[in-house]
């Protein structure tokens, strides 16, 4: 594939939001899950995903905030809330995607026209939960983005190969605990290449191995208007 930033610009005017809202302006905080958050000091407390949820709140209220978003490439503390996440030699806390953290219930549309490529529902705890993966044709190439969080109604009323409109809302931000028992939000991933995977792609990696999945999975902010 082409660079995938220059690909991407060549088509930016014709980007949707992903939400009825903008993720750039004012009321849009970036939130901070690394452990330099002293709201994150003990995150084994954050196993509960109510008082996890208090924590966002706060989070949130402190920048005067309705919407958190942020978290590409950032190395998180958080996922030692769900054995999840361990590895044998290294934990996997490099987060590859963006997340948006709003209210359950808030549609999710898609920035280009796409195929309904595959969809699960990664019923673990700490994991994506519902998740839809699209497939986007641009310019003679093809590739992906993954929605995680999402409520398990809207599997229902998917399909692989159905396509989906510029714009259309197909998905919803999920509640806790159908959506992998987490406060409620988005995971918003590209992909380049989803190496035969199916309705599930890692969405956080060893710090260690950066550079490989940093150059799978480009910045999402390049679909953010």
């Known amino acids: 594939m082409p660079e995938f930033s220059t690909l991407l610009a060549r088509h930016r005017h014709r980007l949707a939001p992903l939400f009825p809202f903008p993720l750039r302006g004012p009321g849009v905080a970036r939130l901070d899950f690394t ?4 709201r994150l000091a003990q ?4 196993r509960d995903t109510a008082a996890f949820t208090r924590v966002v709140q706060a989070m949130l209220a402190e920048q005067q905030a309705t919407v958190g978003v942020g978290g ?5 503390v958080i996922y ?4 999840h996440f361990d590895a044998a030699t290294e934990a996997r806390s490099l ?17 280009l026209p796409a195929i309904v490529h595959s969809l699960a529902d990664n019923n673990h705890f700490g994991d994506y939960g519902p998740t839809v993966i699209l497939e986007h044709p641009l310019d003679g190439e093809t590739f992906y983005t993954l929605y995680g969080h999402l409520t398990r109604t809207d599997l229902a009323a ?3 190969g159905q396509g989906i409109l510029k714009g259309q809302a197909f998905a919803h ?21 989803l190496q035969g995977r199916w309705g599930d ?14 150059a799978l999975c480009p910045s999402p902010w390049l679909l953010v208007n």
């Open 35 to 38: 452990a330099a958050n002293p």
């Open 43 to 46: 995150p084994e407390q954050l």
């Open 72 to 76: 590409y490439l950032e190395n998180r």
């Open 80 to 83: 030692r809330r769900s054995p």
């Open 95 to 111: 987060h590859l995607g963006l997340d948006v953290w709003v209210p359950a219930g808030t549609p999710v549309a898609a920035p």
């Open 158 to 160: 998917l399909r692989p």
């Open 173 to 193: 931000v999920g509640p806790y605990p159908e959506n992998g028992d987490w406060p409620p939000h988005l995971h918003f991933q590209v992909i380049t290449d």
């Open 201 to 214: 792609f890692p969405g956080v990696a060893p710090p260690s191995e950066q550079a490989y999945w940093a």
